[in-house]
């Protein structure tokens, strides 16, 4: 699933795989205020979740990424009108250009899948138990990547990331270029982040 393609006459990016993509690009900027947009398309990341605004910003602020060539994906569980019903993601395919969602919610994915978005699916890691059951639900994920939080502890996201067959994410307390190298080396293929000195890396 390479999620939807934007118009390249409008001066659009074709989306490549997620794969290709955040092993290129292993920094991905958590937007969670709009007063840091002009810091985010500023940066040097390639890949953007949107973690604020309302239906009405939504399609402007993905406009601006799309300005610098960042592939945007909405976390439709935080944005303020939509909710866990199928017609959230349906806003995001047709109401914006965005290239794809983050959501916790299976059904969710699911949908996205059918309107040729692409997916990432994010998870909370509270303690043991719920490590493993989590760990027991990435592989049937349909999701085409997923994402855990907190992502500072290196037993966790090597725990993880063994024998998964999609791509691992982490969020989460990644404050300082130390926890980016350290996520990475212990088996995640890209950290998210709302630091925007992070952005740079």
């Known amino acids: 699933m390479n999620g939807r393609y934007w118009n390249e006459k409008e001066g659009h990016n074709p989306m490549p795989s997620i794969v290709d993509l955040l092993n290129q690009f292993p920094v991905i900027a958590s937007l969670c205020e709009q007063d840091k947009v002009d810091d985010l398309i500023l940066s040097h990341v390639k890949i953007a979740v949107i973690m604020c605004g309302n239906l009405k910003d939504i399609p402007e602020i993905v406009n601006n990424c799309q300005s610098r060539r960042i592939h945007s994906f909405i976390y439709i569980d935080l944005i303020d009108g939509l909710s866990s019903r199928d017609g959230a993601v349906d806003f995001v395919r047709y109401f914006t250009t965005a290239d794809g969602i983050v959501t916790t919610k299976s059904n ?25 059951n989590i760990k027991k639900q990435l592989d049937s994920s349909a999701a085409d990547a997923v994402e855990i939080l907190p992502g500072v502890i290196p037993g966790v996201t090597k725990y993880m990331a063994k024998g998964l067959n999609k791509p691992l994410i982490v969020g989460g307390f990644v404050n300082k270029k130390k926890d980016v190298e350290s996520a990475i080396a212990c088996g995640a293929t890209a950290i998210s982040t709302s630091l925007p000195e992070l952005w740079y890396l």
């Open 108 to 132: 969710q994915v699911r949908r996205a899948h059918a309107l040729d978005l692409a997916c990432i699916q994010r998870y909370f890691v509270f303690d043991a138990i719920s490590q493993a």
